[in-house]
């Protein structure tokens, strides 16, 4: 079995499943393994072929046709990372999975940065590597169709922790439907990308998604976002106005933040999924909706309406098939691969030589709390690549990581507490705000950095003033309403649950 010839593989079962066409390359130097895998592999019904040897399975890549190749990273006559370096340099079309009874938390994020499809350590679960095997079939099914990746970001869901693994399963579960399904979950947990994969694996993946906000706009604006107005509804309705659910039709309508939305638009929206039409603002004519509707909160909307806060009658139309996102806290084990992820998106983004993380930096990855979630690390990952000085992130360049969360800093190359300071009601042309630097630092500072941390901070504190609306904050700050709406996006500020 590892004499370093491909061994025979038996004909699939007569009850294979669509996936028999699928060719399997396995490099193992454990003939134990091998049997293992093959065994899963064709009882699933794929054709699989084996080897010990790494030059004889870049051959065999390079002269036959396979779909996916699983590989071992510690291999007596070529290292796993060099053998899937030299794959991906002559097939970089070719998926691999990485799978290890060896291998480090450094050896997953290389692995990730080198273009593997996922990592898994042995000994490993048999029901997962199946389903991380049919997920890279799927990739490599969509690929083969000249699809977009971007429509089905089902196969860009990383991890295999079993959370995120039963998060994918139940996807798979009811995207075919039409029902609607309430997404809950920390800020930061990927609650819109799984949205967008449900919508993309739907029959109604030809139509739009179109995601709102709810918790971005005033009672009225919301009206007039969602259900549109006629010309002449209200003071600068100048036009007829299409509303969301217009431009969602027969798509798929993702109401984000539906704990923010006020009583009087839960009433409004509860008869439009009783009755699938609704009225434009201004107008007496009914309009039909065929949208799916998504919606999603961190907050606990069940507590709300034991509160007095939420309709229970809209939480219950709501919350038709449940789907609780895990926290990064929840899911450790998946922070090498989405850190190795990460990295390599933004040093190729960057254009810089950045090619791992070391031990120590991605134990102290590991070892954090997450408030933010898959965001913050996704934002610590990009600002540590951008701070790296050599080819591997060490644990000084993972900088804003305490005990707790971030921790207050202050701003480039100014002294005291990091503390912004308050907002200022009306600061005089050219006046530098207090705690800025008054004279350059002899070392220098990162100017944008800074920047973008003083607007950051203003911005919540206008946030904060007026009870976060957006309209009334932009007025404090001087700014439009799509600007500050840009801003905050761009920024990545959510409102904290309480």
Sequence with gaps: MSNGSPTPTAPAPRDAPPAARRRILVLDDEASMQRLMRVIL???????VATDDGQQALELAGREPFDLVIQDLRMPKMDGLTFLRLLKERRPEMLSIVVTGYGTW???????????????????????FRQLVARAIERRRHTEDHRRPTDFPLLDIVGNSPAMNAVVHLIKRIAATDTTVLLSGDSGTGKELVARAIHYNSL??????????????TETLLESELFGHVKGAF??????????FAVADTGTLLLDEIGEM??????????????????????????RSDVRILAATNRNLAQMVNEGNFREDLYHRLN????????????????????GHFLARYAKRMGKQVTGIEEEALRKLVEHSWPGNVRELENTIERSVALCAGERITEAEITGLDSGGFAARPAAGAAGTGVFPPLPHAPAPGVLPPGAPTVLPEGG???????????????????????????EAAKLLGMTFRSIRYRVGKLGIERPHR
């Excluded at 500072?445 to 920047?451: I, V, W």
């Design 42 to 48: 064709e009882g699933e019904g794929y054709e699989v």
């Design 445 to 471: 500072m990162d100017l944008e950095r800074y920047l973008l941390e003083l607007e950051r901070a203003y911005i919540i504190q206008a946030l904060e003033r007026t009870e976060w609306n957006m309209t």
């Design 262 to 287: 006020s009583p009087l638009m839960q009433v409004k929206l509860l008869r439009v999924l009783e009755t699938r039409t609704y009225k434009p603002v201004g107008s007496s004519r009914e309009s």
């Design 320 to 339: 038709v098939i449940p789907m609780a996102l895990p926290s990064l806290r929840e899911r450790r084990e998946d922070i090498p691969l989405l850190s």
């Design 235 to 244: 003071t600068n309705a100048i036009a007829d106005r299409q509303g969301l």
């Design 204 to 217: 109604r993946r030809k139509g739009p998604f179109v995601p709102v906000n709810c918790g971005a706009f």
């Design 106 to 128: 450094e050896t997953a994020v290389e692995a990730m940065r080198l273009g593997a499809y996922t990592h898994l350590s042995k000994p490993f679960d048999t029901e997962d």
